[in-house]
């Protein structure tokens, strides 16, 4: 199995930065690191994907609302679901799991 390891990128704009953690025909998993405000826009994919705040607090997707989130929230999306995080007024770190990798 090989694992790629890729530095992270400086926050964009929008306040976000990302950091592939692990990438294998299987999955994708990747640490976002979210400034206050910054977000990921609702998004779809064919892939399961899940989200899982590993500090800070933060909005994500459910449904057609974003719901408050804190450390140790995990949320499941389905293949073809709206997926979407955003911090409030701290900074959060989000692991983003994507199987099979898109």
Do not use: N
Request: one cysteine or more.
């Amino acid at each position: 199995m090989q694992v790629q390891l890729i530095r992270p990128r400086k926050p964009t704009a929008g306040g976000v930065s990302v950091e592939m953690i692990h990438s294998c025909q299987d999955m994708r998993v990747m640490l976002l690191q979210l400034c206050p405000g910054g977000e990921v826009p609702a998004a779809t994919s064919s892939s399961s994907v899940s989200l899982q705040v590993v500090s800070g607090r933060c909005e994500l997707v459910a449904g057609c609302e974003w719901v408050k989130a804190g450390a140790g929230t995990i949320w499941f999306y389905p293949p073809g679901e709206p997926f979407g995080v955003r911090a409030t007024d701290e900074p959060a770190t989000v692991l983003a799991t994507y199987a099979p990798r898109p």
